[in-house]
């Protein structure tokens, strides 16, 4: 009754001080399709398939590791945000969250398969690149909003 | 369903704050209990009638749309 699967409280707080300036880092990379030296490295991979090129399977490639940070970091930091505990975690905010989850869901693949729809070519995916943290944000957007909506409505008793 | 929390926590005399720390749920799970917007787990309904010395079926009364 007690495994919940969330991080302790003070996550959030680091969560929210790594998601801003990796988002905006983020941004800025994509943005201006950065890719600084010092970032280039070799690196073990699993597989790889260049564009119209060569397959290697499990051997060294040479790539800019940048774009692979701040893809971690975000995730890292989405999931600490996310899916750390409220200052007081009881049943009707384990609620909120469980409805939160299932609306973000929702809205996520009610986006994805509009752009499916619509958004061909490289467009599509960059969507589908956005989309690896969409659902995560959507989340987050919605249990929040709902948590300060309970917070407001609590009216001053006695 | 309709409940008597608000009535009870009356008799007993204390606020939502400290009903609240007594059953080990936030403020404002107390409040959408008294609103109706929020039905406890079977657990919370048996911590309330332990706190107000009486029963489950004391504070919470099924209604007829409960069975719809």
Redesign the interface.
Known sequence: MKLNYLFPHRFKRIGMILLIPFILIGIYVVQYDIEPEFFDLSVPSIFTEEIMGRKYVFSMIDNNILNEIIGVMLIISFLLVAFSKER?E????A?IRLESLVWATYVNYAVLLFSMIFIFGMSFLWVMIFNMFTILLFFIIRFNWQVRN??K???D?? | MKNSIKVERAKKNITQAELAGLAKVSRQTINAMELGKYVPSTVLALRLASIFETEVSEIFVLEDKDWV
């Not at chain 1, 009881?90 to 905010?93: M, N, R, S, T, V």
Request: negative net charge; charged residues 40%.
């Open positions: 007081q009881d049943e009707l905010i609620k309970l917070n409505t609590i009216g008793e006695e």
